[in-house]
């Protein structure tokens, strides 16, 4: 190595040093990375920067409940002619939490805002305040055919958390079962199961639901289905149906359903052992399981059933086994 080159690198090594010691001792550098004071970010709420308040508002959201103090503050931003900053403190708001009644004629208000992000986030707010939001039934009701799916989406969600103060909207919600956007119809059967249905009016509704585009919805139902238990007997046709569906889990519970049925499933039982089969480990061991809760109508599985004791899957050869014992079979001992 050449004078020049060492020179060179001695100053690079110089520059180095100086630099990473700048950084782990001077107050503020990003290794030490303070946090802002709640007081300091309130202040900085009142700035005429746009680009400050919105920094202030995302650093009170990412403070939670310790940034209470700020609410007053963030409520003044709600009537703020810029629409981000209005939908920015409404989530902010919702992120903190607490007791937020006097702030919920406005975001009640801000349901009506011409800015879909406002309304969206306004929306998801009175979730997060839950029963105590019931005012606002009727207007998330009615963002239930607003023209934005993210709207639609967090109006089902909050009217879900509102819960059973929410059933006037069951209607609506029954409706937005079709809504284009699966995340939509989604959330629209999660608010029916929060907010309670008749057991028969929820078969007829989880049953069509089997039959949905979305496997995440179509699984959603199957669960709701195995829930309810035997006085689901109506949709068996449909389970039996979805024992077929290409997806696993829809699979695997419409299974774990019409186990839970017992034998007034019994016409499932076919299906069942072609089931014992499957690809995957959850859905052979579910299938196995419903078998076993068939009665005498489950023992034509037998056979079959006792194959599946030399299965690869422990989960599979454990449910095995207990249907085998419920079937009443002499069958070896799992291995």
């Known amino acids: 190595m050449n004078k020049t080159n060492r020179l060179l690198l001695n100053r690079y090594l110089i520059i180095f040093l100086t630099v990473s010691l700048a950084f782990f001792l001077l107050p503020g550098s990003f290794a030490q990375d303070q946090k802002v004071p709640t007081e300091q970010l309130i202040k900085q709420l009142q700035e005429k920067d746009r680009r400050a308040r919105l920094a202030a508002i995302n650093e009170l959201a990412k403070l939670g409940e310790t940034a209470n103090s700020a609410i007053p503050a963030l409520t003044l931003l709600l009537k703020d002619q810029d629409a ?23 975001l009640i208000e801000l349901l009506s805002d011409q800015n879909e992000g406002v309304r969206r986030d306004a929306a998801g707010t009175l979730g997060k305040i839950g029963v105590g939001a019931k005012a606002a039934v009727p207007q998330l ?8 799916p993210s709207v639609r989406r967090s109006s089902a969600e909050a009217l879900g958390k509102i ?65 309810i238990g035997p006085d689901a007997e109506k949709a068996i046709p449909a389970m039996i149906d979805s024992l077929k569906d290409p997806d696993w889990s829809v699979r695997a519970r419409s299974a774990k359903g019409l186990g839970k049925m017992g034998a ?10 072609e089931l014992l089969a499957d690809q995957d480990r959850i859905v052979r061991a579910n299938a196995a399981t419903a078998l076993g809760e068939m009665g005498d109508a489950g023992k034509p599985a037998i056979p079959t059933l006792t194959r599946l004791l030399e299965d690869r899957e422990q989960l599979v ?6 249907s085998l014992d419920k079937l009443g079979s002499t069958s070896v001992k799992m291995k």
Request: no cysteine; hydrophobic share 45%; proline share 3%.
């Open 163 to 227: 819960g059973a103060e929410a059933k006037s909207a069951k209607p609506a919600l029954i409706k937005t079962l079709k809504d284009q956007e699966f995340v939509v119809r989604i959330n629209a059967a999660s608010a029916l199961d929060a907010i309670g249905l008749e057991k028969e009016e929820a078969v007829t509704i989880w049953a069509e639901l089997l039959k949905d585009q979305s496997e995440h919805i179509r699984s959603y139902a199957a669960e709701a289905l195995s829930k």
């Open 317 to 322: 050869r454990m449910a095995v086994t207990r």
């Open 264 to 273: 007034q499933a019994r016409t499932a039982v076919p299906a069942l052992i």
């Open 84 to 106: 981000l900053i209005r939908s920015s403190a409404a989530y902010a708001i919702g992120k903190i939490g607490g007791d937020l009644t006097s702030v919920l004629p406005i």
């Open 141 to 148: 009701t009615n963002l239930l055919s607003d023209k934005s």
